[in-house]
């Protein structure tokens, strides 16, 4: 395997070797493709009643597989097996639990190149989107054990008050956990709760994406081989249904969902029982980027490039605003225009694309509602158009795009999930604040200025949980495990501890006093 690293702030990956590896992952994971999927419970198949058949998005001939929804029954199964689970998982030394998850990642890293060209045969990634999510898998699972063995399982003395008396305070699993994970990464945003909610003790039953099931299901086998029993770690697959009976089953002990705001804030209203269960959501963003009259606008154009058009703006962190003062904005237009002209728009599986299709149809139709609402109030600076010439008329294909509009346009609320954003000139730092904070959500946010003090009111008044400054890689995108803590605040997050960060997989535990007095 290459050494060289792939995370989402590679630039280029000009490395022979990295795309050779590649290519042949492509071979193998082609061999997976056209796959009957079954529910399985506890490693047992059982009969489907209905199937999806679900095809690539980058060609609609490619059928990635047939998967079986999951009835009620198999939901129900698998969270009591799940439960009956528990007691052994959880008794285990969280030193074995850790041994067992990092085996796991490093069966990850040892498969990236197959896993990371499923990824992006079945949702669309380019290679470096498609290494990075995969390679952030493993680096995610890493993290979180290292997290419990820093903290020796989360066990702490505490203070006396007689010496007979001894108190530990530890933090104790909930039981059973669920997952619900999104389709835009399929490895990192299933596997990294998944092993948070594991290395802590809780058994688990994930829901992958529908169109994210055939990776989900090749990353949780090679946990199980690490040595995650089968029975501890379920996977439910199909549709929303399969989602709200898993929301709705009264034996989870806890849940993690990550998908839109209007999703998210309806099953945190639904997830209730007799007592308050932990919900851990990550519900989005309106992302914007300011760029100030200071600014290096290259380097403010290339970083909003790759965050409004890296996975085609299927990130919940995709940049969809940018608040350009007066003076600096026909500059950076025509930077933005030229760098966007320069991408590379097509199958993804292929060495040197950039940026391959939306997801389905319905993520289209939301793109071409965007554009006519664009052209009807404002105009179109660049792109808004289907993508249909030779082989790109199989796929879901659209051009990024980048308009002006009013004020009042919904474009500037509205959660798009396609490469389209909205750009606006402003006349002061306050205004550009006052227009990027004026929103439900506050996930992540970019800056570009060259001055110290307009950087330190951005730092200080800016409403997201996530934030870059001067950053080229990726205005408002690119956060890594153990270097930027991902979590949202306002609509963005229900816990206020950020994925990849220090505090996160303590959101999978309780506290518990122990004081025992010496007879």
């Given amino acids: 395997m290459t050494g060289f690293r792939v995370t989402y702030a590679t630039l280029s990956a000009d490395d022979d070797e990295l795309h050779a590896a590649f290519d042949k992952g492509i071979d193998i994971a082609r061999g997976w493709l056209d796959l009957n999927i079954d529910p399985v419970v506890s490693g047992v198949s059982r009969p489907a009643t209905e199937a999806t058949v679900v095809v690539s998005p980058n060609d609609h001939d490619i059928v990635i597989a047939n998967v079986g929804e999951a009835s009620p029954i198999d939901v129900d199964d698998a969270v009591t097996e799940a439960d009956r689970a528990f007691a052994g998982w959880s008794r285990r030394p969280w030193a074995e639990r850790v041994a067992v998850l990092d085996l796991s990642a490093d069966l990850i890293s040892a498969h990236r190149n197959e896993l990371s060209a499923l990824v992006s045969l079945e949702v669309g990634k380019n290679r470096l989107e498609a290494l990075g999510d995969v390679e952030e898998t493993a680096d995610l699972i890493r993290y979180y054990t290292h997290q419990v063995a820093s903290h020796d399982g989360f066990v702490t003395p505490m203070g006396r008050l007689n010496p007979a008396e001894a108190t530990?305070?530890?933090?104790?699993?909930?039981?059973?956990?669920?997952?619900?994970?999104?389709?835009?990464?399929?490895?990192?945003?299933?596997i990294a709760p998944v092993s948070?909610?594991?290395?802590?003790?809780?058994?688990?039953?994930?829901?992958?994406?529908?169109?994210?099931?055939?990776?989900?299901?090749k990353l949780v086998a090679l946990l199980h081989e690490a040595g995650v029993p089968v029975d501890?770690?379920?996977?439910?697959?199909?549709?929303?249904?399969?989602?709200?009976?898993?929301?709705?089953?009264?034996?989870?002990?806890?849940?993690?969902?990550?998908?839109?705001?209007?999703?998210?804030m309806a099953i945190g209203r639904a997830f209730s029982g007799p007592y308050p269960r932990p919900f851990i959501c990550e519900m989005g963003g309106k992302n914007p980027a300011i760029v100030m009259s200071s600014a290096d606008v290259d380097i403010a154009a290339t970083g909003v490039m790759r965050s409004a058009f890296g996975l085609?703006?299927?990130?919940?962190s995709a940049c969809s605003r940018v608040y350009v003062e007066h003076a600096a904005y026909s500059d950076f237009l025509a930077a933005l225009a030229s760098k966007t002209a320069g991408l590379a728009v097509g199958n993804p599986i292929e060495r040197g694309v950039y940026m391959g299709p939306v997801i389905d149809h319905h993520a289209a139709a939301r793109y071409d509602l965007a554009v006519a609402e664009a052209r009807a109030g404002g105009r179109v600076l660049f792109g808004g158009e289907r993508l249909t010439e030779?082989?790109?008329?199989?796929?879901?294909?659209?051009?990024?795009?980048?308009?002006?509009v009013p004020s009042d346009s919904w474009l500037w609320n509205a959660e798009l999930f396609v490469p389209f954003v909205a750009v606006a000139p402003?006349?002061?730092?306050?205004?550009?604040?006052?227009?990027?904070?004026?929103?439900?959500?506050?996930?992540?946010?970019?800056?570009?200025?060259?001055?110290?003090?307009?950087?330190?009111?951005?730092?200080?008044?800016?409403?997201?949980?996530?934030?870059?400054?001067?950053?080229?890689?990726?205005?408002?995108?690119?956060?890594?495990?153990?270097?930027?803590?991902?979590?949202?605040?306002?609509?963005?997050?229900?816990?206020?501890?950020?994925?990849?960060?220090?505090?996160?997989?303590?959101?999978?535990?309780?506290?518990?006093s122990r004081s025992v007095v010496a007879l």
Avoid: M
């Fill in 232 to 264: 501890a770690l379920q996977v439910v697959t199909g549709g929303d249904d399969v989602g709200r009976a898993l929301v709705a089953h009264p034996g989870l002990d806890g849940l993690t969902f990550t998908g839109s705001y209007e999703a998210g």
């Fill in 196 to 217: 948070a909610a594991l290395v802590a003790g809780n058994t688990v039953v994930l829901k992958p994406s529908l169109a994210g099931t055939l990776t989900g299901l």
């Fill in 168 to 190: 530990v305070d530890v933090l104790r699993p909930y039981g059973v956990w669920g997952v619900i994970a999104p389709f835009n990464f399929p490895a990192a945003l299933a």
């Fill in 390 to 404: 030779g082989a790109l008329a199989r796929g879901n294909y659209v051009a990024p795009t980048a308009v002006e």
């Fill in 312 to 316: 085609s703006g299927q990130k919940c």
């Fill in 426 to 512: 402003v006349d002061s730092l306050d205004e550009a604040l006052a227009c990027a904070n004026d929103t439900v959500l506050g996930l992540t946010a970019g800056f570009f200025s060259n001055d110290e003090a307009e950087i330190e009111t951005f730092l200080d008044r800016i409403q997201a949980g996530v934030v870059y400054v001067n950053r080229s890689a990726g205005a408002t995108t690119g956060a890594w495990p153990g270097v930027q803590p991902f979590g949202g605040w306002k609509g963005s997050g229900s816990g206020g501890k950020a994925g990849g960060g220090p505090y996160y997989v303590q959101q999978y535990l309780r506290e518990q």
